[in-house]
């Protein structure tokens, strides 16, 4: 059988993207569809997750789908030593689809490889956030019009944000223009500095995060410094309130600015940034819930044909 699963956004072509794209329009336009009458979906979340999970078992259950699956795995038998290969061949003999949040990187690329049913990546360690992504990608595609030659500005932690990772591949088709903003020891990592080298993405770094940048971008992605996945504490403590964006640091901006954040926020974004115009966070999570209806239905093999037959 084909490998529907989605692993890395790295796999999806230009077409696939702005095809899933125009999915999650029509999912916009109607969230409730009996697409998925029938279907199980798994929600095998191995950390912790509030718009993720909760995104996806929505667009389940709004598609017709049945969910099952778990949130704390204290509670299941990996507590007791079971492997994460066993747990996946055990949830793939009931469920049509597997939704697998985990610690580990390349745990979703090692469980679409012994699972029977697709996977989708809900975020493996630092690696990568597909689904996320196509979220991005959707919010930035509706408040700019348009992906291509757009300036981006990347800021906190550049090094552990599996977000930031996923973007930048996706990015690689749209001729994008990408502001590092980070601390030295949360920087963009290698590996990403050298694909942008080999897809030809522009990139610059700074450690300053200056008015003179935020007001050449177009978007603003603010991200959280990850805490779980430091293993110096003292680390995190030195770096945690790096940067902070208010309400002031916005007067200078581009009319078209909006500031992402894949949330949750600490407090890297002000409370009074909620409400300036440039603000789109809250509706980025939203975005979230067609995004993912999109991604389920096309990993279970659902067109955008089906799903304009279904507008009829
Ligand atoms: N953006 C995101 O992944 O949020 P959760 O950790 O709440 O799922």
Known sequence: MENRSLV?????????ILYLLEMAKQFELKPNRRLLDGRIVATLFFEPSTRTRLSFETAANRLGARVIGFSDPKATSSSKGETLKDTIKM?????????????LEGAARY??????????????????HPSQTMLDLYSIYKTQGTLENLNICLVGDLKYGRTVHSLLMAMRHFNPTFFFIAPEELKMPEEYKLYCK??????????????????????????????????DLMEYERVKNVYILRAKMLENTKPNLRILHPLPRVNEIAYDVDD???????????NGL???????CDVLGITLQDIIEDNE
Do not use: W
Request: no cysteine.
């Open 198 to 231: 080999k897809h030809g993405i522009k990139y610059f770094e700074s450690t300053e995060f200056s008015e003179e940048l935020i007001n050449k971008a177009d978007i603003l992605y603010m991200t959280r410094v990850q805490r779980e996945r430091f293993t």
């Open 91 to 103: 949830v793939s003999n009931y469920a049509d689809i597997i939704v697998m949040r985990h610690y």
């Open 111 to 128: 469980a679409s490889e012994v699972s029977d049913a697709p996977i989708v990546n809900a975020g493996d360690g630092a690696n990568q």
């Open 8 to 16: 890395t956004i790295a796999d999806h072509s230009k077409e696939k």
């Open 276 to 286: 300036t115009p440039q603000a789109y966070y809250f509706q980025q999570a939203k």
């Open 290 to 296: 067609y995004a993912r209806e999109a991604i389920l």
